[in-house]
Every structure is written in structure tokens, then in C-alpha cells.
């Protein structure tokens, strides 16, 4: 019995070995083009083809000074932290309103209705692109701050989120809530979502990336270089003979960190929303 412990044991151990070397090599190449970007933003002109290619062995720290002052990215942050705030806040307030109503309120056509915002999410971008600039432009709202975050401001795949979230809360402390007589906003604002934290973060943060590295819409709806982003700012350091990569990469690599530290810092509830989203049909 001893002897055949030991085999289960080893066996079990193989695999775990296997499988966290696995995970090792994905995790490797996910990073690779990161540390190609961190690499190159550090080197000298000069260097830039030279390897190695992922780890840093030139510290040009004067090519960030150099990306950040070649443009005015206090600006493009600026405008890029308004659109990404609307956003994010737009997105999760009027998703889960519209979450809870698809999960718990009963009116007719309801799961019709539903699953034609589900739909919405298999129409592609490029279609809806050409008259939503349209609207944009009809309204009068180019390079404003409403062309940016207007039309982001509802998300399907958000509301789908929330609905499946919320079918996992249970009715009984609904009930108990209209006993006491709460209404429909005080139950949703007081009771529903208190209990949906990792809901709402797994949300914001998915809001989150998809506002702050969007590049082609914001692109589209601002003329001047007042209303641009981030993203749309690193398309300076493209000249018309050449690139700049050493600048490039450094100004990606600022641009990258914003996102990075969103996720490390809720990273929990991210991974929880998730977890807990759809355990109900």
C-alpha cells in the first residue's frame, strides 16, 4: 500500500509538474511583447536591432523624458481619464440598471428584448462605425467630449454581466425589502448593489480597457490635437520616413501602465465577477 501511495503521489505530482509548465510558456509568450516594448524603450538609437531583444541591458531612461515631452500627453491623459471615467461610470450604472430589469422585473417581451441586445454584440464594429459617426456629426458633437463617450455609454456584453449576476442574488431578500417598503430604486441601490461588487469590477475594468485603448473611434470624432487620446497620440512618433521606435516604446510603455495598475488593483473582484457570472440560466 506504501509503495502504491508513493506511485499516486508521484503521478500527481508529474502532473502538476506538466501542467505549471504549461502555464509557465503561456504566461512567457503573453509577456514577450511586453518585454520586447520595455527592452527597446530603453536602448540608444544605435542599439535597437541589437539583442538580446527581451532583456534590458541599456538604460536610456532620457527616451522617456524625450517620448513625454515630444508630444503633449499631459493633455492626451487628460482627455483620455474624462472619456475613460464617462465611460466606465455610463457602462455600469445604466448596464446594471438594465441587468437588474432583464433578471428581475416581468413586462412583456421581455426575453425577446434581451436577446436582441445579445445580439447587438455579433454585429461588427466596422458596420456600426459609418452611421454612428453620422449621428455624431448631425448632432454637432465632433470633437467634444460627447462624441467620445456617448456612444460608449452602453455596453451589451455589460448588461449580460450583470443579469447573470443578478440571477444569483437571492428573491428573498427583495421580499423582505418591499415588506418593509422600500421601492424599486432603493431596493437597487441599497440592497442589489451592495451585494454586486465583483460584478460592478469585473465591469469597470472590462470598460476600463476597451475605453483606454481605443484608438480608431476617437480617431474619427477629433480634429484637433486638443481632443485627442492617448492612443491616437502615439500615432506621432510615426514620421513620414520612419519611426521613432525607441520613443514609441517608451510612450507605449507610460500609456500601458495606467491599465496594468486597474487590473492589479482589482484583480480579486475581477476574477470573482467572473467566477460568479452565469451559474443561472
Known amino acids: 500500500m506504501g509503495v502504491d501511495r508513493l506511485i499516486a503521489k508521484w503521478k500527481v505530482g508529474l502532473r502538476l509538474s506538466v501542467v505549471h509548465l504549461l502555464l509557465m510558456a503561456g504566461a512567457f509568450l503573453s509577456a514577450m511583447p511586453f518585454l520586447w516594448m520595455l527592452t527597446t524603450s530603453l536602448k540608444p538609437e544605435p542599439a535597437l536591432y541589437q539583442p538580446p531583444l527581451l532583456l534590458p541591458t541599456h538604460f536610456e531612461w532620457e527616451n522617456y523624458v524625450k517620448a513625454w515631452a515630444a508630444a503633449p500627453f499631459p493633455r492626451f491623459f487628460l482627455n483620455s ?12 450604472l445604466l448596464s446594471a440598471m438594465a441587468g437588474y430589469a432583464f433578471a428581475r422585473m416581468r413586462f412583456p417581451g421581455r426575453d425577446v428584448l434581451f436577446f436582441l441586445v445579445l445580439g447587438t454584440m455579433m454585429i461588427p464594429f466596422p458596420v456600426t462605425l459609418i452611421p454612428s459617426f453620422l449621428v455624431v456629426n ?27 449576476y443578478f440571477l444569483t442574488i437571492p428573491r428573498e431578500l427583495e421580499e423582505a425589502a418591499w415588506i418593509d417598503g ?13 451585494l454586486s461588487t465583483p460584478v460592478i469590477a469585473a465591469s469597470a475594468i472590462f470598460s476600463f480597457l476597451f475605453a483606454w485603448n481605443d484608438f480608431l473611434w476617437p480617431l474619427l470624432v477629433t480634429n484637433s490635437t486638443e481632443m485627442r487620446t492617448v492612443q ?17 516604446t517608451a510612450a507605449a510603455t507610460i500609456v500601458t501602465l495606467p491599465a496594468i495598475v486597474a487590473f492589479l488593483a482589482a484583480q480579486k473582484q475581477f476574477i470573482a465577477g467572473i467566477t460568479n457570472t452565469g451559474l443561472k440560466d
Do not use: C, K
Not at 85 to 91: C, M
Not at 182 to 194: D, E, K, M, Y
Open 81 to 92: 481619464t474624462i472619456m475613460t471615467a464617462g465611460i466606465v461610470l455610463a457602462q455600469t
Open 138 to 164: 448631425w448632432l454637432g458633437w465632433i470633437d467634444t467630449y460627447n462624441a467620445l463617450i456617448i456612444p460608449r455609454a452602453v455596453s451589451a456584453f455589460a448588461i449580460f454581466l450583470f443579469r447573470q
Open 182 to 194: 422600500a421601492g424599486r430604486f432603493t431596493l437597487f441601490f441599497r440592497i442589489i448593489l451592495p
Open 232 to 248: 491616437v497620440g502615439l500615432a506621432m512618433f510615426q514620421g513620414q520616413y520612419g519611426v521613432f521606435w525607441t520613443l514609441l
